[in-house]
T-cell receptor
Framework: AQSVTQLGSHVSVSEGALVLLRCNYS??????LFWYVQYPNQGLQLLLK??????LVKGINGFEAEFKKSETSFHLTKPSAHMSDAAEYFC??????????????FGKGTHLIIQP | DTGVSQNPRHKITKRGQNVTFRCDPI?????LYWYRQTLGQGPEFLTY????????KSRLLSDRFSAERPKGSFSTLEIQRTEQGDSAMYLC??????????FGPGTRLTVL
């Protein structure tokens, strides 16, 4: 069974500051890991994914995440926050063949607030 | 590229009524997934199809829920005898094989 823990249901940063959203996972098989963003009343948009290979992955809108197997973590970062980054962020994991053969398991989400 | 579409976007119904939602995936995607998202929570997996075959169902999917994908294209999710606890956002996603899932905008169900 897989699970995802996102530390902090709300994170507030100032515009221009570093964004760090934490995600830890558990998986009995090598995981595939994802970060999705959700704006109010909309579906989820993929920010980035880790499958195999390079552990530092870059995504859209300047976000990146690093897969650390020893820490079972996949934290999301962005060097400089923008007002448009305010949204709900979800970390998700799948296992086995990884693309979602058995559905994604999501964390509870982190609401990112950007202070002007 | 039309993306994943879902209809209706909003549905308000009275307890005990049946409701049906539709999902149209990205045209070349062979896998289709349904998730449920309640307020303040992440999406929870309900079921998925590969082409027309329903290959997995979560224990969250009670007997009142049924999903179909008759020709391996669009899918419907029906909830019979709705309960207030069914109020949620129902999300559909599609993928090409094992690749990443693309989500639709969701159908928000309110059961009065």
């Amino acid at each position: 069974a897989q699970s995802v823990t996102q530390l902090g249901s709300h994170v507030s940063v100032s515009e221009g500051a570093l964004v760090l959203l934490r995600c830890n996972y558990s998986s009995s098989v090598p995981p595939y890991l994802f970060w999705y963003v959700q704006y109010p009343n909309q579906g989820l948009q993929l920010l980035l994914k880790y499958t195999t290979g390079a552990t530092l992955v870059k995504g859209i809108n300047g976000f990146e995440a690093e897969f650390k197997k020893s820490e079972t973590s996949f934290h999301l970062t962005k060097p400089s926050a923008h007002m448009s980054d305010a949204a709900e962020y979800f970390c998700a994991v799948s296992g086995g063949s990884g693309g979602g053969a058995d559905g994604l398991t999501f964390g509870k989400g982190t609401h990112l607030i950007i202070q002007p | 590229d039309t993306g994943v579409s879902q209809n209706p976007r909003h549905k308000i119904t009275k307890r005990g009524q049946n409701v049906t939602f539709r999902c149209d995936p990205i045209s070349e995607h062979n896998r289709l997934y349904w998730y449920r998202q309640t307020l303040g929570q992440g999406p929870e997996f309900l079921t998925y199809f590969q082409n027309e075959a329903q290959l997995e169902k979560s224990r969250l999917l009670s007997d009142r829920f049924s999903a179909e994908r008759p020709k391996g294209s669009f899918s419907t999710l029906e909830i019979q005898r709705t309960e207030q606890g069914d109020s949620a956002m129902y999300l559909c996603a599609s993928s090409l094989g094992y690749r990443e899932q693309f989500f639709g905008p969701g159908t928000r169900l309110t059961v009065l």
